[in-house]
């Protein structure tokens, strides 16, 4: 299973709801990120959870609440969100740098629109 | 941090016809990881090909090779023989030896005319 799946493909929320993100992979990967992408723009780095630790925050407002339950699963919680942060959300994972290869796995994204 | 620059917002190539696209970073470690992602208009990001800093020989994946160049700090990448379903974005990415950040550069749109 190279495959990191998330849920749901797509999500229309208005400005006072919550819902919550997911991400999923059984690779092993001890590594997993949140990016934010805008169309025609690179992935901007959200969250890094390295063996289930925050490791890396880029000052993302609080708004944003990643969580991770165990090595395999990875969510991001949302409420009160704006209409700009309407974008696509990436999970993705990797091995942590001393693993095998180094490369990002990507999920096929949550689209998100705010309204 | 690491930069990671594309100079070419966009791109053209012929269908069965050879693009470079080009990729320059700044760092100042030996060490390190660098890759090609393309995302097509599906949106999903799709490796495409790999290079470990401290390997002198160029990656090759099929009609994708890489021109690696480390004194420069320069990282094309050649599509040979272009096909319909190479266009998308492609971002040139850099990866430490010593962390789980990846940098990434801006991005290159290719569009493949037939």
């Known amino acids: 299973d190279t495959e990191v799946t998330q849920t749901p493909k797509h999500l229309v929320m208005g400005m006072t709801n919550k819902k919550s993100l997911k991400c999923e992979q059984h690779m092993g990967h001890r590594a997993m990120y949140w990016y934010k992408q805008k169309a025609k723009k690179p992935p901007e780095l959200m969250f890094v959870y390295s063996y289930e630790k925050l490791s890396i925050n880029e000052s993302v407002p609080s708004r944003f609440s990643p969580e991770c339950p165990n090595s395999s699963l990875l969510n991001l919680h949302l409420h009160a969100l704006q209409p700009e942060d309407s974008a696509l959300y990436l999970c993705?994972?990797?091995?942590?740098?001393?693993?095998?290869?180094?490369?990002?796995?990507f999920g096929s994204g949550t689209q998100l629109s705010v309204l | 941090a690491q930069t990671v620059t594309q100079s070419q917002p966009e791109m053209s190539v012929q269908e069965a016809e050879t693009v470079t696209l080009s990729c320059t970073y700044d760092?100042?470690?030996?060490?390190?990881?660098l890759f090609w992602y393309k995302q097509p208009p599906s949106r999903q990001m799709i490796l495409v090909i790999r290079q470990e800093a401290y390997k002198q020989q160029n990656a090759t994946e099929n009609r994708f090779s890489v021109n690696f160049q480390k004194a420069a700090k320069s990282f094309s990448l050649k599509i040979s023989d272009s096909q319909l379903g190479d266009a998308a974005m492609y971002f040139c990415?850099?990866?430490?030896?010593?962390?789980?950040?990846?940098?990434f550069g801006t991005g290159t749109s290719l569009t493949v005319i037939p």
């Open positions: 993705a994972s990797s091995q942590p740098i001393r693993g095998v290869r180094g490369k990002l796995f």
């Open positions: 990415a850099y990866r430490s030896n010593t962390g789980n950040q990846f940098y």
């Open positions: 760092t100042s470690e030996s060490d390190y990881y």
